[in-house]
């Protein structure tokens, strides 16, 4: 197919492309305000050689958002068909990847999630969210797909979970979590919210159960379970069965969470529930990054430090501050307006990626659509909410902001692939 400029000028979301190229260019500004010393001052770096220019992230993520640019390019002049037609293909190919990684990677911070590719280091399981999503999209638009088929939906839990479990065989269970997101974009497309109900009930039945006596929870659970019999008979004389088997389920969570915590989840994962429990239990150990998050971040106030003069983060109080905790050089240097603005820049990303899926004209595209801005509100809430104790430090970076070029990639994969179906779907209305 050949690809025409203008076509391009015309149809590609321009709006989209600007709130990507303002993410990125506030993101290297932290990752550059977040390694910056005062003792290296920038006056000096144009007498450095590459190599020792290598040693700053700031300037190897100048590297990442370069290349990122040629990705850019490559993925919007790729004809739109090769993404449905190669969804399965791509998916398989990245199943096979995290196989070869979890055998050949070197381990880092216990975790065999790495290649090693020269002077390059890559993480599939960044990328393994896009070849899910085109799969799982491809599967959803298929032509006797059947919601209330359990066979349709085995097949769809089977695409959604093989590389998660994979990604946590290889002991990077962050990452893994990421795939729950594509939950909300199966709901898009039909999927039960019972399914959505059950988990989120599930979800709150273990962290009661970490939080509240065990005794008081059977109590009241069995108390519950004698009301509802009592006040609706129609439960008691039809579904009783169904009722009984739910509550067995409930008292099996609530007893069985001591072995899963303690004999499932490894130590570091224990630690990471524990402090988002109690951060302050342990303040200059366990609960250290969250605790000087925290400072960091409440230190900015309204308007924040200046540009360069965050105190904490030129003393390096805050570990992984320009990979996992970039969120608090903004809050330190920019304040809560600096904070809100970002904010406001995500949420109307996600709003126009929700716009762009709701007019395409096919379900693959449209299912492909949420499964995006899925992915991206599960890792900006995620890591937003761990940096002011909200949510578990479970070490996945910020959209278009954390150093890194596999993640860098990984986004700028799952959105220029949006936009170039979204260039053509006039075309698609026509297939």
């Known amino acids: ?70 990705l850019v390019v490559v993925l919007l002049v790729v004809d739109y068909k090769a993404y449905d037609t190669l969804a399965y293909a791509l998916y398989g190919g990245m199943i096979v990847l995290l196989l070869v990684t979890m055998v050949v990677a070197r381990p880092i911070a216990g975790s065999r ?57 290889s002991n990077e269970s962050g990452q893994a979590l990421v795939f729950g997101a594509l939950l909300l974009a199966y709901f898009r497309e039909g999927m039960s919210p ?101 400072i960091a971040i409440g230190s900015g106030g309204l308007l924040g430090k200046g540009f360069l003069q965050g105190t904490q983060t030129k003393f390096d109080f805050v570990p992984e501050q320009s990979t996992d905790f970039i969120f608090c050089t903004v809050g330190e240097e920019f304040g809560w307006v600096g904070s809100l603005v970002v904010i406001v820049l995500y949420l109307t990303l996600l709003w126009r990626i929700i716009y762009v899926a709701e007019r395409q004209h096919s379900v693959f595209g449209r299912t492909y659509g949420y499964c995006v801005a899925s992915v991206l509100f599960f890792h900006i809430t995620v890591n937003m909410g761990m940096t002011i104790g909200l949510a578990p430090v479970v070490g996945i970076p910020l959209p278009f902001f954390s150093y890194g070029g596999s993640s860098l990639w990984s986004f700028t994969v799952l959105l220029f692939s949006l936009l170039a179906l979204d260039a053509y779907r006039k075309q698609e209305l026509i297939r």
């Not at 960044?126 to 919601?147: D, G, H, P, V």
């Not at 939906?153 to 590389?163: F, H, K, R, S």
């Not at 009661?208 to 009301?227: D, E, R």
Request: glycine share 6%; charged share 10%; aromatic share 10%.
């Open 1 to 70: 197919m050949q690809v025409s400029p203008a076509r391009y000028s015309r149809s590609l979301d321009w709006l989209t492309v600007l709130l990507y190229a303002v993410l990125v260019g506030l993101g290297w500004a932290c990752i550059y305000a977040s390694s910056y010393s005062p003792d290296a001052p920038t006056t000096s770096l144009g007498n450095l050689s590459f190599e020792k220019l290598m040693a700053f992230n700031w300037f190897k993520q100048l590297l990442w958002i370069g290349t990122a640019g040629l």
């Open 194 to 294: 019972l399914i959505l109900l059950l988990l989120a009930a599930a979800g709150a039945i273990l962290v009661l159960a970490l939080l509240v006596p065990k005794l008081w929870l059977l109590v009241a659970f069995t108390l519950l379970l004698l009301i509802v019999l009592g006040v609706n008979r129609r439960i008691l004389r039809h579904h009783l069965l169904l009722a009984v088997g739910v509550w067995l389920v409930t008292v099996g969570m609530v007893v069985g969470v001591d072995l899963f915590y303690n004999k499932v989840l490894q130590a570091h994962q224990r630690q990471r529930i524990e402090i988002l429990i109690n951060p302050s239990a342990d303040p200059l150990g366990k609960g250290w990054n969250v605790t000087q998050s925290k």
């Open 113 to 169: 999630s790495w290649l090693e590719l020269g002077p390059v280091r890559l993480q599939p399981a960044e990328f393994a969210k896009f070849t899910t999503a085109l799969a799982a999209s491809r599967f959803m638009a298929s032509t006797n797909l059947r919601y209330q088929d359990w066979r349709d939906q085995l097949v769809l839990a089977g695409i959604t979970l093989l590389p998660p479990l994979l990604i946590i065989a």
